[in-house]
Nanobody
């Protein structure tokens, strides 16, 4: 049974930093590309960043490039998202999930954890 538990969110002022973590279980974590998604009120869920199995390759959405960094610890089945220079438009609920390619990068599982709220004040 897939389990994804996100943590590390909170309220921070613009320009501040947060580090999110996601503990995964129920699947062979090290074999999967893992990603962070976010959903702001009234908007669709978007893929923010993802990291390949083994961690050699990363991808970032244009809105977070240069500010966010994704990493993974396969021994702990955990993926992290370091968020720096936060902006009010980064306010959203952040989720992790595996990532698959079907012509575009998309969520690999229909299961979603509870997410972690990130709120950036101006």
């Amino acid at each position: 049974q897939v389990q994804l538990v996100e943590s590390g969110g909170g309220l921070v002022q613009a320009g501040g930093s947060l580090r999110l973590s996601c503990a995964a279980s129920g699947f062979r974590f090290r074999s999967y590309r893992m990603g962070w998604f976010r959903q702001a009120p009234g908007k669709e869920r978007e893929l923010v960043a993802h990291i390949s199995p083994g961690g050699a390759m990363t991808y970032y959405g244009d809105s977070v490039k240069g500010r966010f960094a994704v990493s993974r610890e396969d021994a702990k089945s955990t993926v992290h998202l370091q968020m720096n220079s936060l902006k009010p438009e980064d306010t959203a609920v952040y989720y992790c999930n595996s990532v698959r390619w079907d012509g575009a990068y998309s969520p690999g599982s229909d299961y979603w954890g509870q997410g972690t709220q990130v709120t950036v004040s101006s």
